[in-house]
């Protein structure tokens, strides 16, 4: 869970074995700060208990990723141009998530925000609650049928969310995360069969939840059902 702020500052809590790759402690909570006390990088700290609460432990650097400012990120700039609930409703409307790779992270996630205003209904920041798909690629390695085979959950152009092989993403020289995209592997027809799915369904969110297959999903299916990928789409 994150709060991003109108000057670009962030402050959020997480668990740190959902974000990091080589964590060892699965019961770690971390604290993600970008203000004027990290120079404006987005760091990520241990904590420390504080009664029943958690704070950051400044005596405890993760993680420092770089030059940050919430309010260039797609979740903040969503949320904001959402519009408010009502006329008089200090809250905007909720708004799902783009997924991407947050600052930091080296796995795809979403999740859902909310712009929140003051008395004078003038923007104060935006919250968000994300989540990763590693649980997900967790349950695709335990169901899958052999050693030999490989699924994936991806995105409607086939960015790959989930697999069963755990890898997800790839790391540039500069250690930036960026999408696995089972088109590159000869799976052009994931980006068909998605397309077709939103053209038919007007919405890919809709689709998500269809339990009628057309005639045209089958043939896409079969399509799919030759290459080396099972698919997953919602």
Not at 28 to 45: C, E, K, Q
Not at 106 to 114: K, L, R
Not at 170 to 175: A, L, N, Q, V
Request: hydrophobic fraction near 35%.
């Amino acid at each position: 869970m994150a709060i991003g702020y109108e000057n670009g500052d962030l402050s959020a809590m997480m668990w740190w074995c959902k974000v990091y790759d080589n964590c060892t402690d699965s019961s770690m909570v971390a604290s993600a700060v970008r203000d004027s006390s990290t120079g404006f990088d987005l760091v990520y700290y241990g904590t420390s208990s504080n009664g029943t609460s958690k704070v950051r432990d400044t005596s405890t650097v993760l993680l420092n990723a770089n030059a940050y400012t919430a309010t260039a990120t797609s979740w903040y700039h969503a949320a904001k141009k959402s519009g408010r609930e009502s006329a008089t409703s200090r809250y905007g409307n909720p708004i799902s998530v783009p997924v991407d790779i947050f600052a930091g992270m080296s796995e795809p996630s979403g999740g859902v925000a909310q712009a929140i205003y003051d008395a004078s209904f003038s923007l104060v920041g935006v919250v968000v609650i994300r989540y990763n798909f590693g649980d997900l690629s967790l349950e695709l390695q335990t169901r899958s049928p052999s050693a030999t085979s490989k699924s994936s959950t991806v995105q409607k152009f086939g960015e790959v969310l989930a697999s069963s092989d755990l890898v997800v993403n790839s790391r540039s020289s500069e250690g930036l995360s960026t999408f696995l995209n089972v088109t590159t592997s000869g799976m052009g027809n994931v980006a068909s069969y998605a397309t077709s799915l939103f053209q038919t369904n007007l919405d890919l969110s809709t689709s998500q939840n269809q339990t009628e297959i057309s005639g045209l999903d089958l043939q896409c299916t079969d399509l799919l059902a030759h290459g080396p990928w099972n698919i997953h789409l919602f």
